[in-house]
């Protein structure tokens, strides 16, 4: 695999991210219980996850699928597709198909897929448009659509508060936009007119209020850490040198610490859940 992918997926990025899968799942479930409800799997069904990583939500929906159905779980970083075939499936479950591909310039081979799937893997696009259109051209007619992306990064706690503490501890302005990169797609306005312009119908964006489990259930420097390594506090804090690092997960941890219950962190976090018809 080339050194960068289309999102910016490095393999740097892609090893952080595979260390710490199992917590951002953890903390990602109630986010996956609203997706699984929207998507409504049947048993039998051809499912499509698209920024599968290392394959939680397509393992899910093997499950639900059952034997006779199919999953292929699609992503643009060989390391995480790696780690998802390597994890064992549920018995009874259905088979599972791993893809390096990007929706950008793939053309998806037949037969065509009931369920186009997604827990914030569709927001890096670097076409939108034509990848949304090459996904409709991969569901079958009147398949169906469920994906789940961030709302603008300031509607979200989970984000917000180690990103402000970062830029008060550095003392720098607010440098980033919030309706970029993850948080692209980011309401019903900009998510509506795009799947309508792909070829989606019955387009039906659904805003979600929740309190999220930082790390799936870590402390606040715990919390604090994982946050340099995700999100917008990540890209705020590439190139420090250690001391400025230790001072700004020092200070996350503070900003973090009102937030703990129990030794769990919990922070909001606004999620739109998205379904559509083909």
Do not use: K
Request: hydrophobic letters at 40%.
């Amino acid at each position: 695999m080339a050194a960068a992918t289309p999102d910016g997926w490095d393999q740097e990025r892609a090893a952080r991210w595979v260390r710490q899968a199992e917590d951002i799942d953890r903390q990602l479930q109630p986010v996956s219980r609203l997706l699984f409800d929207a998507a409504d799997l049947g048993v039998g069904e051809r499912v499509l996850d698209i920024g599968c990583g290392t394959g939680p939500t397509t393992r899910t929906a093997a499950t639900l699928v059952g034997p006779t159905g199919r999953v292929t779980g699609v992503d643009v970083t060989d390391q995480m597709l790696a780690t998802a075939a390597a994890t064992p499936t549920e018995p009874e479950s259905a088979p599972i198909d791993w893809l390096l591909a990007d929706p950008v310039d793939w053309e998806p081979p037949p037969p065509p897929h009931d369920v186009v799937l997604s827990r914030f893997g569709v927001m890096f696009f670097s076409s939108p448009a034509i990848a949304f259109r090459n996904l409709a051209d991969a569901t079958a007619p009147d398949g169906r659509l469920a994906i789940a992306t961030w709302a603008r990064r300031t509607r979200s706690e989970m984000f917000q508060v180690p990103y402000r503490a970062a830029l008060a501890a550095l003392g720098r302005a607010d440098e980033l936009p919030d309706d970029q990169g993850p948080f692209s797609l980011h309401g019903p306005d900009v998510i509506r007119p795009l799947l309508e312009g792909a070829g989606w119908g019955d387009v039906d964006p659904v805003v979600h209020h929740l309190d999220l489990p930082y790390g799936g259930g870590v402390d606040a420097a715990g919390a604090a850490r994982m946050s340099i390594d995700v999100g917008p506090t990540r890209i705020l804090t590439q190139g420090l040198d250690e001391d400025s690092l230790a001072v700004v997960v020092a200070a996350i941890t503070d900003a973090l610490h009102p937030r703990e219950v129990d030794g769990t962190v919990h922070l909001g976090g606004t999620v739109i859940v998205t379904t559509a018809r083909r």
